[in-house]
């Protein structure tokens, strides 16, 4: 059994996360909290596998409340609101329900839990197995608790936001989000991938048009060439020039 808490500031909310829980045969409810407080107080005196916590509560939120935790139980978050998924991928959150959310959707994230806690954590001695490229042209990341093998020729262009990547590819309109540096991510790539602006690596092949200061990728992606990295990209336009 997962023993489990569930925290919601909202008394309908934390009756129907409550609900859910008791009807997943492998999750125990172990309490129902109205408060971060609250939580701690049961956290300190009970094992906790994980805990079901909307992050819009008064006092203390529940992001800040993990982040306070020493050694945090795995986490679901819960939220109306959609621009705390990010948020939520870096304290590394097993998953993230958008509220509403039906039984259905509260059971892949238990179903998650609990893949999580059969699975060793990778070790923390060992980051720079977080990308890794082999000589079949692919590298290994780190994406939605798993490790996902990306072929490198399928990059279109690799976003750089704060701590974590956005990785396009052209087999799939989804991204995918990895907690990795733009520099790792740059040692590991081969020659006709270019870093344009601090925020873009492009994959040279994959480029459509070159309009002013724009790269254009497709009919909706236009990339902007940084001032820092226009020579080098010139450069490598005028090595590929025909014409006057």
Do not use: W
């Not at 808490?5 to 492998?26: H, S, T």
């Not at 049961?42 to 006092?59: G, Q, S, W």
């Not at 990547?165 to 991938?193: C, D, N, R």
């Amino acid at each position: 059994m997962i023993k489990v808490l569930a925290i919601d500031d909202e008394p309908l909310a934390l009756q129907q996360l409550a609900a859910y829980i008791k009807k997943v045969p492998f999750l125990q409810l172990m309490g129902e909290c109205q408060s971060a407080t609250e939580a701690k107080e049961i956290l300190n005196r009970e094992t906790i596998d994980a805990v079901f916590c909307d992050i819009n509560m008064p006092d203390l939120n529940g992001m800040d409340f993990v982040k306070s935790l020493a050694a945090p139980p795995l986490v679901v978050f819960t939220t109306a609101y959609s621009e705390y998924a990010v948020e939520g991928f870096k304290v590394n959150a097993v998953d993230y329900l958008l509220k509403p959310f039906g039984l259905d959707d509260f059971r892949r994230a238990a179903n998650r839990l609990q893949e999580r806690l059969a699975t060793p954590a990778a070790p923390e001695s060992a980051p720079e197995m977080h990308a890794q490229a082999d000589e079949d042209d692919s590298i290994f990341v780190k994406t939605d608790y798993k490790v996902v093998k990306v072929a490198i020729s399928d990059i279109r262009y690799i976003e750089g936001m704060s701590e974590y990547l956005k990785i396009h590819l052209e087999s799939q309109p989804k991204p995918i989000v990895t907690l990795l540096s733009m520099k790792k991510m740059e040692e590991y790539l081969p020659a006709y991938f270019m870093r344009i602006h601090r925020s873009y690596i492009i994959n040279l092949k994959k480029i459509q048009e070159v309009n002013k200061n724009r790269v254009i990728m497709d009919a909706d992606t236009y990339l902007p060439v940084g001032d820092n990295y226009k020579d080098a990209f010139n450069d490598y336009l005028n090595t590929k020039f025909l014409g006057k």
